[in-house]
């Protein structure tokens, strides 16, 4: 069975990608490289002994996109391909709209022509807003985002639900991921951010190799148990297996799906701190700011239902995250 990954040498990407092969499956990547690079073909090839066919295109550049469909019998389609930067996003909006509708309806539209009735999507917890009560549950309401990214994936996922109300042979899965971290345990593959990280595991582990002096908290009087935001990370291997069991589920014709895939758990920034140091012996200095604007105070999910309907559920802790996070950045100091 061969699966489209679309943005499959990013972060999230790649990692599935390896976890395709590892399950049989044949993996066939389109990335236009925008945040990645091109080795990570190589990396995924030395971790499973298979390399994946891949073509740098952009999603949103028809004519090359179809290529693909026209070379490759594609039966399922994982679609990664997107800007992502909540903070860029509001700076450039226009980008962030026009990247990320035009090559997900490019990609429905040659998904269609070519008879390919199977997709995965990467939404994001972004989509329930600010959230009224946690754990969050799928059936919680999709709320208007506070940012153009998040809006991306309240309309994507909008655009999803009626494509398939239109098509009865659409199988769509809307996979809500919380917060991913970690890397892969050889230290091939992990998170690759230009400039400075914005995300707080990426933040860390260059405070950790000396890169960055000190970790800035961003606030601590949230009403939380120390004042600290806490949040889901789901290690981002866990996050790959989900892809695999959700093409599992699809092939038995669902129409329209939606996980949250978390681990359930909610994680202060000063525990993550407390984790790391733990689970690397490197001291992480901080200190306390002002709150940013656009954080929430909690934010973790609920997975049961994927746990139920997928047999899946995140398995390594919080720990193997802090570990492997370490790991890629001290064998990748300056990314891949
Ligand atoms: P990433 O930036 O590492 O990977 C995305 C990949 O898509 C990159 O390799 C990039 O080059 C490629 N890309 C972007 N636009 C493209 C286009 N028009 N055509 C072809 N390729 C294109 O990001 P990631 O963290 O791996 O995220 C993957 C997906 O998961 C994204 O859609 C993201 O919004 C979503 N997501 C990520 C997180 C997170 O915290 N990392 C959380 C929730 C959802
Ligand atoms: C986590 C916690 C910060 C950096 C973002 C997107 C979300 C999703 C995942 C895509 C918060 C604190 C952080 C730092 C800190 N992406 N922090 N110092 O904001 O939960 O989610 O990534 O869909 O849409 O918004 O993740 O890692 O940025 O922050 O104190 O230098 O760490 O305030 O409490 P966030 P994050």
């Given at each position: 069975m061969r699966i489209l990954v679309t943005g499959g040498t990013g972060f999230i990407g790649s990692e599935t990608v390896v976890e395709l092969i590892k399950n049989g499956y044949e993996a066939v990547i389109v990335d236009n490289l925008s945040n990645s690079k091109e080795a990570v073909v190589d990396r995924i090839e030395t971790i499973t002994g298979v390399k994946p066919v891949f073509y740098q295109a952009d999603c949103c550049d028809y004519a090359a996109f179809e290529e693909v469909f026209k070379k490759e019998k594609i039966d399922a389609v994982i679609h990664f391909a997107g800007l992502k930067a909540v903070g860029e996003s509001v700076h450039k909006p226009v980008e962030y709209y026009s990247n990320n509708l035009i090559?997900?309806?490019?990609?429905?539209?040659?998904?269609?022509?070519?008879?390919?009735?199977?997709?995965?999507?990467?939404?994001?917890a972004t989509v329930y807003g600010v959230p009224k009560h946690v754990p969050l549950y799928e059936t919680d309401p999709v709320e208007?985002?506070?940012?153009?990214?998040?809006?991306?994936?309240?309309?994507?996922?909008?655009?999803?639900?009626?494509?398939?109300?239109?098509?009865?042979?659409?199988?769509?899965?809307l996979l809500r991921y919380?917060?991913?971290?970690?890397?892969?345990?050889?230290?091939?593959?992990?998170?690759?951010?230009?400039?400075?990280?914005?995300?707080?595991?990426?933040?860390?582990?260059?405070?950790?190799?000396?890169?960055?002096?000190?970790?800035?908290?961003?606030?601590?009087?949230?009403?939380?148990?120390?004042?600290?935001?806490?949040?889901?990370?789901?290690?981002?291997v866990d996050l790959a297996k989900g892809h695999v069991a959700t093409i599992k589920k699809l092939l038995s014709n669902p129409g329209l799906v939606v996980y949250n895939l978390g681990t359930g758990k909610g994680t202060s920034v000063l525990e993550m701190v407390k984790a790391f140091e733990e689970?690397?012996?490197?001291?992480?200095?901080?200190?306390?700011?002002?709150?940013?604007?656009?954080?929430?105070?909690?934010?973790?999910?609920?997975?049961?239902?994927?746990?139920?309907?997928?047999?899946?559920?995140?398995?390594?802790?919080?720990?193997?995250?802090?570990?492997?996070?370490?790991?890629?950045?001290?064998?990748?100091?300056?990314?891949?």
């Amino acid at each position: 069975m061969r699966i489209l990954v679309t943005g499959g040498t990013g972060f999230i990407g790649s990692e599935t990608v390896v976890e395709l092969i590892k399950n049989g499956y044949e993996a066939v990547i389109v990335d236009n490289l925008s945040n990645s690079k091109e080795a990570v073909v190589d990396r995924i090839e030395t971790i499973t002994g298979v390399k994946p066919v891949f073509y740098q295109a952009d999603c949103c550049d028809y004519a090359a996109f179809e290529e693909v469909f026209k070379k490759e019998k594609i039966d399922a389609v994982i679609h990664f391909a997107g800007l992502k930067a909540v903070g860029e996003s509001v700076h450039k909006p226009v980008e962030y709209y026009s990247n990320n509708l035009i090559s997900t309806c490019n990609l429905l539209k040659l998904m269609k022509k070519y008879g390919v009735h199977n997709i995965v999507f990467s939404s994001s917890a972004t989509v329930y807003g600010v959230p009224k009560h946690v754990p969050l549950y799928e059936t919680d309401p999709v709320e208007s985002a506070t940012n153009p990214y998040g809006e991306t994936k309240v309309m994507i996922e909008r655009i999803l639900e009626d494509a398939c109300k239109a098509d009865k042979e659409l199988n769509a899965a809307l996979l809500r991921y919380f917060n991913p971290i970690g890397a892969h345990p050889s230290g091939l593959l992990g998170e690759d951010p230009n400039g400075i990280p914005n995300n707080l595991m990426p933040y860390i582990t260059q405070v950790a190799i000396g890169k960055l002096d000190h970790l800035r908290v961003y606030g601590d009087t949230y009403p939380t148990p120390d004042g600290t935001g806490i949040r889901d990370y789901i290690h981002v291997v866990d996050l790959a297996k989900g892809h695999v069991a959700t093409i599992k589920k699809l092939l038995s014709n669902p129409g329209l799906v939606v996980y949250n895939l978390g681990t359930g758990k909610g994680t202060s920034v000063l525990e993550m701190v407390k984790a790391f140091e733990e689970a690397t012996g490197v001291h992480i200095p901080y200190t306390i700011e002002g709150i940013r604007a656009g954080d929430v105070a909690e934010n973790y999910a609920n997975c049961d239902k994927a746990y139920k309907e997928l047999g899946w559920k995140a398995e390594l802790t919080v720990l193997d995250a802090c570990r492997d996070a370490y790991n890629f950045q001290k064998k990748n100091p300056n990314g891949i």
